[in-house]
C-alpha cells in the first residue's frame, strides 16, 4: 500500500492530465503493436476522461510499430530506416486509437510535433491553440513526435521531454510517464539488489543514482529520459509520476502506484519555460563582464557592445546560449540577427551602426537567466 501524498493526490484530481506511453508498454521487438496492451492502457485512460478530465496522450511506438511489417527485426539506427518504419508504424498506432477509443465513443486527433513547433514561439502558440480546441471539442489529442521528417538536428528523439514541454504548454496539473518498469529505482532494476524510490520531494532522493538504458530494445531515453524529464516538469511546478503501463488504472486512479516527483511551489511562465528548456540552442553568443552583470543581474536587453564572439548557425529568431568570459552558459535568449550579420556588429556601441542594426540582439523580455529558473 502506497501512502497518500499531496503530490499523487493532485495527480489523481488533475483537471488536466498529460499521460505519455512508451514503446516498450505498447509493442513487441517481433510482434510490433501489441493491441491487447493498447486496449488496457486506453480502458484507463477512457476511464479518467469519463471522470472529467481534458487528458493528452503522447505515445512512443511508431518505429516498434512499423518493424513487423517492414520485416525489421530491431530497431533500426539508421536515421533513414528508423524514419521509413515510424511512417508505416505511426498509421498503424493512429489506426490502433481510433479503434481502441471508439470503444467507449471517444474521438482521437493526431498532433504529430517538431521540434521548431515548440522552439519559434508563434508556432508554441499555435500548438497551444490546436491542442485547447481539441480539448474544448471533447477530442483526445494523441501526440507523438514527427519522426518521418525530423533530421538528426531537430529532432526531440525522446518523448519524455516531449511530454513534459506538452504538458507545461497546454497548462496540465499532472504528468503521468508510462513505461515497462513499475517505479524509479536507485540502479537499473535488471542488476537486482536496488531500491524502488517512492517519491521524490527534495532532488536529494536522486544522488548517487544510477540509471541505465531502454532494457527491451526499442524505447530511447531508457529511465536516464524520465528522471530528466519529471525532474524537469516538477521544477516548472507539475507533480509528475513515473510508473508501469500495466498498473495504469492505479496510476491514473488514485494515483498510489510508482515513483512521484513533487512539484516546486511556483509554476514558470509559458515563456520562461518555452525559453530555458526548448529545444536546444542553435548558436552561442559570448558575453564580456559588462554585458554578463547588464544581462543576469539587471535584466537588460543585450546589445552588440557587450558580444565579443559568436558561433553557431542559426538565423533570427532562433535561441541561443550567452556564454560568460568563463565559458559557462549564463542565460538563454531568442537572437535578433542571422548569425552572418553579427561579426560586422559585434563590440560596436549601437549609435555607431546603421539604423537597421540598432535594435538589441537579445531582447529582454526574450532572454532567461539561467541558475534562477
Ligand atoms: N534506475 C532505474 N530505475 C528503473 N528503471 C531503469 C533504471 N535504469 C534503467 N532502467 C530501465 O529503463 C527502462 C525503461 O526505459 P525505456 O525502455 O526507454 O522505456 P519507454 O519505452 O517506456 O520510454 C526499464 O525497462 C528499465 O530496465
Ligand atoms: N517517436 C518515437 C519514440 C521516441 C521515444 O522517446 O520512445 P520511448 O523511449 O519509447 O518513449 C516512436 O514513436 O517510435
Not at 29 to 33: I, S, T, Y
Not at 147 to 151: C, F, L, N, S
Not at 202 to 208: Q, V
Not at 215 to 222: D, E, M
Given at each position: 500500500m502506497v501512502p497518500v501524498s499531496e503530490t499523487r493526490e493532485a495527480i489523481a484530481g488533475a483537471k488536466r492530465l498529460v499521460v505519455k506511453v512508451g514503446s516498450s508498454a505498447l509493442t513487441t521487438?517481433?510482434?510490433?503493436?501489441d493491441t491487447a496492451r493498447l486496449d488496457a492502457l486506453v480502458d484507463a485512460l477512457a476511464a479518467r476522461v469519463a471522470a472529467g478530465t481534458q487528458l493528452v496522450l503522447v505515445s512512443s511506438g511508431a518505429i516498434g510499430a512499423g518493424l513487423a511489417p517492414l520485416s525489421l527485426g530491431k530497431r533500426p539506427k539508421e536515421l533513414a530506416t528508423q524514419q521509413a518504419a515510424a511512417s508505416v508504424g505511426q498509421l498503424a498506432l493512429a489506426h490502433a486509437y481510433v479503434e481502441s477509443f471508439g470503444r467507449y465513443s471517444l474521438t482521437v486527433g493526431q498532433v504529430l510535433l517538431t521540434s521548431d513547433d515548440v522552439v519559434r514561439r508563434a508556432h508554441y502558440r499555435n500548438a497551444e491553440r490546436t491542442f485547447s480546441t481539441l480539448l474544448e471539442l471533447g477530442a483526445v489529442p494523441v501526440v507523438n513526435e514527427n519522426?518521418?521528417?525530423?533530421?538528426e538536428e531537430i529532432r526531440f528523439g525522446d518523448n519524455d521531454r516531449l511530454a513534459t514541454l506538452v504538458a507545461h504548454l497546454i497548462g496540465a496539473e499532472g504528468l503521468v510517464l508510462l513505461s515497462d518498469v513499475d517505479a524509479l529505482y536507485?540502479?537499473?532494476?535488471?542488476?537486482?539488489?536496488t531500491r524502488r524510490i517512492h517519491e521524490v520531494t527534495?532532488?536529494?532522493?536522486?544522488?548517487?543514482l544510477s540509471v541505465g538504458m531502454s532494457?527491451?530494445?526499442?524505447?530511447?531515453?531508457?529511465m536516464m529520459s524520465k528522471v530528466a524529464a519529471a525532474t524537469t516538469a516538477a521544477a516548472a511546478g507539475i507533480p509528475v509520476l513515473i510508473a508501469a503501463a500495466a498498473q495504469a488504472p492505479t496510476a491514473l486512479g488514485d494515483a498510489g502506484t510508482g515513483t512521484a516527483f513533487k512539484p516546486a511551489g511556483t509554476r514558470l511562465s509559458a515563456r520562461r519555460f518555452w525559453l530555458g528548456y526548448?529545444?536546444?540552442?542553435?548558436g552561442r553568443l559570448q558575453l564580456d563582464d559588462g554585458a554578463v552583470t547588464a544581462v543576469v543581474r539587471r535584466r537588460r536587453s543585450l546589445l552588440p557592445?557587450?558580444?565579443t564572439g559568436v558561433d553557431g548557425?542559426?538565423?533570427?529568431g532562433d535561441v541561443v546560449d550567452l556564454v560568460d568570459p568563463g565559458q559557462h552558459v549564463v542565460a538563454r535568449g531568442v537572437v535578433a540577427y542571422d548569425v552572418t550579420e553579427l561579426p560586422g556588429m559585434i563590440?560596436?556601441?549601437?549609435?555607431?551602426?546603421p539604423p537597421e542594426q540598432?535594435?538589441?540582439?537579445?531582447h529582454a523580455d526574450d532572454l532567461v537567466p539561467l541558475g534562477k529558473r
Open positions: 521487438a517481433g510482434d510490433g503493436l519522426d518521418t521528417v525530423a533530421t536507485d540502479g537499473d532494476p535488471r542488476s537486482g539488489g527534495h532532488g536529494s532522493e536522486l544522488d548517487g532494457s527491451s530494445g526499442l524505447g530511447t531515453g531508457g526548448a529545444a536546444g540552442a542553435r557592445a557587450g558580444i548557425d542559426f538565423q533570427a563590440g560596436r556601441s549601437t549609435p555607431d551602426l540598432r535594435r538589441e540582439v537579445v
